[in-house]
């Protein structure tokens, strides 16, 4: 169920006995500040044991449920069903968090013995007979019982769920459910481990130093401890991880080395071998198909969109078909300037996708002259985050204080307190940010050990989580971010103001649709570059010295170079998994490498361009939570953009009272309204897409 899936709550505590002797820690009494999980204490072994109580004891509170002899009630149906799986909530989110940043082959195997059942679980909630008769008993007299906006709310959205997950389908057809669920979860798992083995193992393993010309002294760094940590001492390595591979193409004059690695980047997990997802592709379009047409659908998109804001996949290809005609354009003219560029230099060279990320560095630092080299110093992370902090002070009225001597989950970890406006505790937030390649999965990300909620009338505080795969700084440096990198701490930090804001008394009104989710994220990035922000945590690491304001005009200016690169990849990708997930039949003999060249090919990518996730290493859609949903982010840009404007229109970027309304209006009532009704409640209209053309230059 999806609810139970996302409910990341504090349980009630216990104690019980590890299968190896002596207490296991996640099902002991937390007793660090705030709750925070025992994170020191908790080994891999001990994740099995827990998961079994936890999954006995979530049967357990379902059974009481359904044997209730009393009438089904909003209280005794709905609110208990909401508050059941609080134990298995919090274990899966300790386990989460510690298989994607501490990932070792323990956990791997747990991940994969694990899976089917958790599926089976969710399907026998899901497909509980009784207890579906119960909500759907609360739901039939819901205009009679007297409930609030927000119960009323929560009815509806817990009955649809289960409808959506297949309570009203016949006993044979539930069964088929199940089998089918089961197994997609499996692929889904077996597709994300797959790539994370193939990034892992691949190295360029530089050994003349000749070959690292053009790249910095931070880059060179990095890569020569990678190579002393694999015991080649006086070598260098290079991954596929992107702190490691996109600096790699966008600064190594070595262009035989930028095609070896950007091939290798391209084709992981798509060698034939036993790391291979095409396969795992073939078996997840056609179940995930199934799955729509069992529940009444002609496509799984049509089923995946139904709940969301773009509701059918027409919309979702008007979306992106608008944007789609001015980005090629834009991108077509971007390469122009670089082919100027090489005729320039007389090499005799194609322009070619291993030199897209290079030869865009040297046009940007052409054109306006300024490149990465010269903005580096002044984003020292520390700076940044406290930029960030700065932001979210001056909009909501947030402090932060680090926490020490506390539970982190990784020794690379940091914690901070979060205080209100009124001094009042907000939560938690943990920042964990340097790459560390087969350990961290790859991307940023935000998460909670726990969402807030209500409990005995008392808000529980929120933990939250941000991660990122920033490279490391060279010993005895501090880390110096890139602008792609300062951006993307303002986003995942926006996630992170969700987290902290949500004030719901229900957790199942805690979520979203996926296509309303980034709005947070992508509206936070807007402040990142702005002159009053930068001139606040933008200062050089040596000097002190805040960043030249002709440096900030040029970075202004600079802002929509390579956007039309930027939005084609993004926009490939998209179409990419809709077309895939639109399949109303899949082919026998399904090719993915000729399905996916057909897709770009009849939207005119230029070759040089690829999609930003070929489909064997497209985790965010056959790995799960992006399925038919990678639109979401340009959709939610859409939002954004015009949000953003709400501020720009007042003449202040940190207006009050568009910072209070956007905060009282969506943040703290998140999944209470439908996701367009929060939006037009904060800005009195539908949003425009005039915004985001202009923010991208592409208007």
Request: proline share 4%; net charge negative; with cysteine.
């Amino acid at each position: 169920m999806k609810k139970l899936f996302v409910s990341l709550l504090c349980a009630g505590m216990c104690v019980c006995a590890c299968e190896n002797g002596g207490e296991n820690p996640l099902l002991s009494n937390w007793d660090a500040p705030y709750g925070i999980p025992p994170f020191d204490k908790i080994e891999p072994a001990h994740y099995m044991p827990a998961y079994k109580v936890a999954m006995e004891q979530l049967r357990s509170e379902i059974d009481s449920i359904v044997n209730n002899p009393e009438e089904p009630t909003f209280e005794n149906t709905i609110v208990a069903y909401d508050n059941s799986g609080k134990l298995l909530s919090r274990i899966s989110a300790v386990f989460s968090s510690d298989n994607g940043v501490n990932s070792n082959e323990q956990l791997r195997t747990i991940s994969k013995e694990l899976s089917p059942l958790l599926s089976n679980l969710f399907s026998d909630i899901s497909m509980n007979e009784g207890l579906f008769k119960r909500i759907k008993s609360v739901y039939d007299r819901r205009d009679s019982l007297g409930l609030e906006p927000d119960q009323y709310r929560l009815v509806t959205l817990v009955y649809k769920d289960f409808q959506r997950s297949g309570a009203e389908l016949p006993e044979e057809r539930k069964a088929e459910l199940k089998e089918v669920d089961a197994e997609i979860a499996k692929q889904q798992l077996l597709f994300g481990q797959n790539l994370l083995q193939q990034t892992a193992e691949y190295r360029l393993i530089v050994e003349n130093e000749e070959d690292l010309k053009g790249l910095t002294d931070a880059q060179i760094a990095d890569a020569a401890a990678r190579a002393k940590a694999a015991g080649m001492e006086g070598k260098w390595i290079f991954g596929l991880d992107n702190p490691s591979v996109m600096p790699f193409l966008a600064n190594a004059d070595n262009r035989k080395l930028r095609e070896e690695i950007l091939t290798a980047y391209l084709n992981r997990a798509n060698h034939d071998d036993e790391y291979d997802n095409k396969d795992v592709i073939k078996k997840l379009v056609e179940l995930r198909l199934k799955k729509a047409q069992i529940m009444g659908y002609e496509s799984c998109a049509a089923y995946m969109l139904d709940d969301r804001m773009a509701k059918t996949p027409e919309a979702v290809y008007d979306l992106l078909d608008k944007i789609w005609k001015p980005a090629i354009a834009a991108a077509k003219n971007e390469a122009r300037l670089m082919e100027e560029l090489i005729t320039e230099e007389k090499s005799g060279i194609d322009l070619e996708a291993w030199d897209w990320r290079y030869y865009s560095q040297k046009a940007m630092a052409k054109k306006y002259n300024i490149d990465e080299s010269q903005v580096a110093p002044y984003f020292k992370l520390e700076n940044v985050r406290e930029g960030i902090f700065y932001v979210a002070n001056r909009l909501y009225g947030l402090t932060f204080k680090q926490l020490e001597n506390v539970p982190l989950p990784n020794e690379e970890a940091v914690a901070f307190e979060v205080f209100d406006r009124d001094s009042s505790q907000m939560g938690v937030v943990f920042f964990d940010m340097f790459a560390r390649p087969g350990e961290k999965r790859g991307g940023a990300w935000c998460g909670t050990f726990r969402g807030s909620y209500y409990e005995d009338g008392k808000k529980v505080l929120p933990l939250v989580t941000i991660v990122a795969n920033f490279a490391r700084p060279m010993e005895g440096e501090p880390a110096l971010l890139t602008m792609d990198e300062v951006a993307t701490y303002f986003h995942e930090f926006g996630h992170g103001i969700d987290n902290l804001m949500k004030n719901v008394r229900y957790q199942g009104l805690r979520g979203y649709p996926r296509d309303f989710v980034e709005i947070h994220s992508q509206l936070n990035e807007h402040w990142a570059f702005e002159p009053q922000v930068l001139g606040v945590y933008a200062k050089h690491y040596k000097t002190g010295e805040t960043i030249p304001m002709d440096i900030v005009e040029k970075l202004k200016e600079a802002s929509k170079f390579g956007q039309g690169f930027a939005t084609v990849e993004y926009l490939a990708a998209s179409y990419l998994d809709m077309d895939f997930h639109s399949l109303k039949q899949i082919p026998e003999d399904l090719d993915v490498e000729a399905f996916e060249a057909k897709v770009l090919e009849n939207r005119g990518l230029i070759r040089q361009i690829p999609p930003r996730y070929r489909s064997t290493y497209f985790n965010h859609t056959f790995g799960g939570g992006y399925t038919a949903g990678y639109y979401s982010y340009i959709w939610a840009e859409v939002l954004d953009a015009d949000a953003y404007d709400a501020y720009k229109e007042t003449g202040d970027i940190f207006n009050h009272e568009v910072a209070e309304r956007y905060r009282k209006e969506i943040l703290e009532k998140a999944g209470s309204e439908e996701a367009m009704q929060l939006y037009l409640n904060f800005r009195g209209k539908e949003p425009d897409i005039e915004p985001l053309l202009a923010n991208r230059g592409l208007n």
